[in-house]
Nanobody, 116 residues
């Protein structure tokens, strides 16, 4: 059974930084593509960034230049370094993983709050 456990969320002032981590448990086949989505109150869940095993990352436009996604394949862990945070980045951030059969798995989410 695949589990994704996020950590690193919290409260930060505008302009600050946070680093999110997501550790996956299960077969490495379950972690072909890992990434992050976010959902703000009253809004739909949206892509932040994804990174495939051995491939190049993909970012949402608003994340380019501010956020950096990376992964440690040996640990089935994905990271999201967020810099220059803005109040509009406030959301619940969800870790996700897609396996080689295109099945998606989700973490429980971690709250990120950016104060102005």
């Amino acid at each position: 059974q695949v589990q994704l456990v996020e950590s690193g969320g919290g409260l930060v002032q505008a302009g600050g930084s946070l680093r999110l981590s997501c550790a996956g448990s299960g077969s490495f086949l379950s972690f072909y593509r890992m990434g992050w989505y976010r959902q703000a109150p009253g809004k739909q869940r949206e892509l932040v960034a994804t990174i495939p095993r051995g491939g190049n990352p993909n970012y949402a436009d608003y994340a380019k230049g501010r956020f950096t996604i990376s992964r440690d394949n040996a640990k089935n862990t994905v990271y999201l370094q967020m810099n220059s945070l803005k109040p509009e980045d406030t959301a619940v951030y969800y870790c996700t993983s897609r396996d080689f059969n295109s099945r998606d798995y989700w973490g429980q989410g971690t709250q990120v709050t950016v104060s102005s």
